[in-house]
């Protein structure tokens, strides 16, 4: 299938003419990087491919679970971020069911410190999630841009609160809650973003229900990566809630603690939680053993 599309970057007459096969042409599989839920087709370049009406135009970086790709709507003439996600390993069809269900509930959700989903759909052996591509930076980029007062920070925490609290309403739970998912806009909106963990919480929120399933994923490692294992802890090790640890499913009391222990991180200058291993982490986190703060300062 041969198709003309515009890139917004460039001119109103948009980038040459490109051959660009469907999504349906796409697949998920490794590429040059090693990124497993990176778009492929027989080895050529994703640029200018196809994924639903969306054409992929730069990769912008790894969320939970996937990929994700600035692209350009043709039909609607704007930016917007696609992201690829890919389930793997047994009962892989029934977790892509899963995954459109929980990612249209998602587009449901219309909150402004939430960043909006356009459009859902199957491709390859997982799904894409079209989104609203905010300009701007990730709450940790804006922590370290300069000193930030004591009112800025709350505001922008109270901002992502507002938004988290929505999806808690819908009856979703986000699961990764860490500054480097949610964005301060060019436009001074606070959007939370990434819910590539989140997931229908089957209940009503705080009830604090779930299954066992904690296993040997808590080894030594980069506490700053996502644990997303199939039937392993998931979440960022730093921002877990205990019973993320212990092996419980999510819930809102969960995202709550994530999101206070970045506040505690965005006051103090470090994180509440000392550890240079997951267990070790994992041990102080479970035990409610905080670090002395020190000299450290609270903004003004």
Known sequence: MS???????????????????????????????????????????????????????????????????????????????VKLVTAEGAGEEAATARLLREAQALAQLSHPNIV?????????????????????????????????????????????????????????????????????????????????LARSSGMRPGTGEGGSSRNGTLGAGNLDLQLTAVGAVMGTPVYMAPEQYAGALADARSDIYSLCVALWEAMHGRRPFAGDSLPELADNVLAGRLVETGDARVPA
């Open 3 to 81: 198709r003309s599309f515009s890139d917004p970057r460039t001119s109103p007459e948009g980038p040459p003419t490109s051959s660009a096969p469907s999504g349906d042409d796409v697949t998920l599989r490794p590429d040059a990087d090693g990124d497993a839920d990176a778009p492929s087709v027989s080895q050529t370049a994703w640029r200018g491919r196809f994924v639903g009406r969306f054409v992929l135009l730069e990769r912008l970086g790894r969320g939970g679970m996937g990929v994700v790709y600035l692209a350009y709507d043709p039909e609607l003439d704007r930016r917007v971020a």
């Open 116 to 196: 909006a989903v356009h459009d859902v759909g199957r491709v390859g052996t997982g799904i894409y999630v079209a989104m609203e591509y905010v300009e701007g930076a990730t709450l940790g980029a804006w922590l370290r841009e300069r000193p930030r007062r004591c009112h800025e920070i709350v505001a922008v925490f109270a901002a992502a609160g507002r938004g988290i609290a929505a999806a808690h309403e819908a009856g979703l739970v986000h699961r990764d809650i860490k500054p480097d998912n949610i964005m301060v806009g060019r436009d001074q909106r606070v959007r939370v973003l990434d819910f590539g």
